[in-house]
């Protein structure tokens, strides 16, 4: 039995309404919306071998990067024109 197996469906639910929450509240916008960062967010979390220590923090961290990335990608194409 994995950690993901033992979270409820509200808390999954939960964590996702916050990554949703987390990416809505970035107020930058890009090709990807705001539902796709957060749903890879939750990708990402279900691929943890550990638990994160800190669920909540740990989503709004990845979705944070996520963003930073995308934008270094669009930057070293040229940027957008």
Do not use: C, H
């Not at 808390?11 to 990807?32: I, M």
């Not at 919306?33 to 943890?48: F, H, R, T, V």
């Amino acid at each position: 039995m994995t950690w993901q197996d033992e979270v409820t469906p509200e808390q999954w639910q939960e964590w996702q309404e916050l990554a949703r929450k987390a990416s809505k509240q970035q107020k930058v916008f890009t090709t990807l919306g705001a539902e796709d960062y957060a749903a890879s967010a939750i990708e990402k979390l279900l691929e943890q071998k550990d638990r994160p220590a800190n669920v909540e923090a740990w989503l709004r961290q990845t979705i944070k990067n996520q963003y930073i990335d995308r934008f270094r990608k669009i930057a070293a194409r040229g940027g957008v024109t």
